[in-house]
């Protein structure tokens, strides 16, 4: 029998707190070779997601799967920033103003994502554990 304990406060890190009791329920019910499965997992790391969504805004979407977004975001960033420096070169006021509200945007889309994306890496990987241990208990029963 695994010490279910350590095994909880390892794998409670990777996930949201709000499922550590379904975590805890799924970790009494799996066999010794699910948890250990579960604890091997390739899981995401939150904080790398944040490194991501800094150093080039739409990496963190492509890390957490979401591949279309993520272009997306890049491709609306890049535009916003090529926009604003075509209408400062021509001298184009209107386009400036415009390309500066969508560089706005694009600031509160890359911010926004610095706190939601890491949540959603956590939801990932809580769902990647439970499918593991859920898979056990099922072939068990």
Do not use: H, W
């Not at 890190?13 to 799924?26: R, V």
């Not at 400062?88 to 994306?117: P, Q, Y």
Request: proline share 4%; glycine share 4%.
């Amino acid at each position: 029998m695994k010490n279910k304990t350590a095994i909880f406060l390892q794998l409670k890190e990777k996930m949201p707190s709000k499922f550590s009791s379904e975590l805890n329920s799924l970790l009494d019910n799996a066999s010794d070779e699910d948890i250990d499965k579960a604890v091997l997992l390739p899981y995401k790391n939150p904080l790398l997601t944040i490194i991501l969504a800094l150093a080039l805004p739409g990496l963190d979407r492509i890390y957490l799967g979401q591949l279309l977004i993520g272009i997306l975001k890049l491709i609306f960033v890049i535009f916003s920033y090529v926009m604003l420096n075509i209408g400062i070169e021509f001298d184009n006021d209107t386009l400036a103003l415009f390309s500066l509200v969508l560089m706005l945007i694009a600031l509160i889309v890359i911010i926004r994502d610095v706190f939601v994306v890491p949540t959603l890496i956590k939801l990932y990987n809580f769902n990647l554990i439970k499918s593991v241990l859920e898979k056990g208990i099922e072939s068990d029963g």
